[in-house]
């Protein structure tokens, strides 16, 4: 299993600092705010509004608006400008999108990095096989 980063010494100060891994480089983060997560729940909820009422112009620019206030927001949680330049190099050449950085507003929660040993507990693989098995034996009895 991969082992969660220690927190670098220059973030050590920071609440909650967490790792992502994105292509490969691992990067450090504060965690979002309250504010910018109300903020951002407000202009959805006022998406949601716009698309019920069929007003696709408004609707469409509104899109507009939260994916910049998103990007906004995820660029004040980055701790190393280094970082954060890169990132929008990959985004401006089109090797990342905006959905790849979405998980850095949860926090810790971010997938785990493609080349991360991954665990695998004994107990989740037999109730897999076991699963597997009476789904087998479900269809062999039709």
Avoid: C
Wanted: hydrophobic share 40%; aromatic share 8%; proline share 6%.
């Amino acid at each position: 299993m991969a082992k969660s980063a220690e927190v670098p010494d220059q973030y050590k100060d920071i609440p909650g600092a967490f790792p992502y891994t994105l292509k490969g480089r691992v990067m450090w983060f504060k965690p979002i705010g309250s504010g910018q997560v109300m903020l951002l729940q407000r202009f959805r909820a006022r998406l949601a509004h716009l698309r019920q009422q069929n007003e696709d112009d408004a609707y469409l620019r509104l899109v507009f608006d939260v994916s910049v206030k998103t990007l906004n927001v995820i660029d004040s949680l980055f701790l190393d400008p280094a970082d954060r330049e890169w990132v929008e190099e990959l985004m401006i050449t089109g090797a990342i999108d905006v959905q790849d950085l979405l998980p850095v507003m949860s926090g810790k929660n971010a997938p785990p990095d493609d080349d991360a040993e991954v665990e695998v507990k004994p107990r989740a693989v037999k109730r897999a096989v076991k699963k597997a098995s009476v789904a087998n034996a479900r269809r062999t009895q039709r």
